[in-house]
Nanobody
Framework: QITLVESGGGSVQAGGSLRLSCVGS????????MGWFRQAPGQEREAVAA???????RYADSVKDRFTISRDNAKGTLYLQMNSLKPEDTAMYYC?????????????????WGQGTQVTVSS
C-alpha cells in the first residue's frame, strides 16, 4: 500500500509564494516518477511538474520559471515551491507516483495519489 500525504496549501495574494510537501516512503519518493497535479472546480486534473529517480524534471508551460519540483530522498518527501502565484493557480494540488522510468506529465501514468491540499490565490 502506497500512501502519499500532501500539506502546505493555503491562501495567498497574487505574487506570493507557497511550498507544498508530499510525504511518502523513501523508496517510492526516490525511485518512482513523482508528479504534482492540480484540479480546479469543474475542470480536469492537469499536470504541473514531474521528477524522475535521476532528478530530471519536467514542467507544464503555465508554471515554468515560477514553480520548482524537488525531493528529499532521506525524508521521503516531495516538494513543490511555487513563486509568483497567480489567481489562475487556484486549485486542489495532488501529488502522484508513477512506477516507470523517466518523467511523465500524463495523468493516466500515475497509479497512486494523495488526498490533495488546497491552494487559493487572490488578486
Amino acid at each position: 500500500q502506497i500512501t502519499l500525504v500532501e500539506s502546505g496549501g493555503g491562501s495567498v495574494q497574487a505574487g506570493g509564494s507557497l511550498r507544498l510537501s508530499c510525504v511518502g516512503s523513501a523508496y517510492i519518493i526516490s525511485r518512482y516518477c513523482m508528479g504534482w497535479f492540480r484540479q480546479a472546480p469543474g475542470q480536469e486534473r492537469e499536470a504541473v511538474a514531474a521528477i524522475d529517480g535521476a532528478g530530471l524534471t519536467r514542467y507544464a508551460d503555465s508554471v515554468k520559471d515560477r514553480f520548482t519540483i524537488s525531493r528529499d530522498n532521506a525524508k521521503g518527501t516531495l516538494y513543490l515551491q511555487m513563486n509568483s502565484l497567480k489567481p489562475e493557480d487556484t486549485a486542489m494540488y495532488y501529488c502522484g507516483a508513477a512506477n516507470l522510468k523517466g518523467t511523465t506529465l500524463r495523468r493516466g501514468d500515475y497509479s497512486y495519489w494523495g488526498q490533495g491540499t488546497q491552494v487559493t490565490v487572490s488578486s
